[in-house]
């Protein structure tokens, strides 16, 4: 299993899983066990969702990608199941990923404007082409050895 499905399987309480894992039985017997194919299916589909919506592709070994990614498993299998408040938790689940691809570490400081150039068009100067500058000419400082 992934190191996804694991970490959802751990944070199971109270057979959770296996009810939200398996059909409705119509013998009225309960599943007794996690269905290891749903689970999978929705670990990819949150581990997806995570790169889409994060921007960042889903490492199992990195705490904060756990933190929002099993709540988005936990909301696909919901959603899947017709639970109640599934779609709330779907929604709170991408959410957090737009949150992480808003301050995570892939976050980049993005230029305001790509030119250099002044609303009116004109071309700007770098601050040192100023008037007052060009009196000045960059002189080496003279050298000890020359004499």
């Not at 992934?2 to 944070?11: E, I, P, Q, W």
């Not at 398996?22 to 749903?38: I, L, M, P």
């Not at 004109?122 to 009196?135: H, V």
Request: negative net charge; proline residues 5%.
């Amino acid at each position: 299993m992934s190191l996804l499905g694991d970490a959802v399987t751990a944070r199971d309480t109270a057979g959770r899983l296996v009810n939200l894992t398996n059909a409705s039985s119509s013998s009225g017997r309960a599943a007794t066990t996690v269905n290891d194919t749903v689970l999978q299916a929705a670990v990819a589909d949150a581990s997806a969702e995570f790169k889409t919506k994060a921007g960042v592709t889903f490492d199992g070994t990195d705490a904060q990608h756990l933190q929002i990614a099993v709540p988005g498993v936990w909301a696909f299998l919901a959603l899947w199941k017709g639970q109640e408040g599934a779609k709330d938790q779907m929604a709170k689940f991408v959410e957090s990923c737009e949150d992480f691809r808003a301050t995570g570490a892939n976050s980049r400081i993005v230029p305001a404007a790509a030119n250099v150039r002044n609303a009116d068009g004109s071309q700007r100067e770098p601050y040192f082409d100023d008037s007052r500058f060009r009196d000045l000419s960059p002189v080496p400082p003279p050298s000890d050895l020359e004499t």
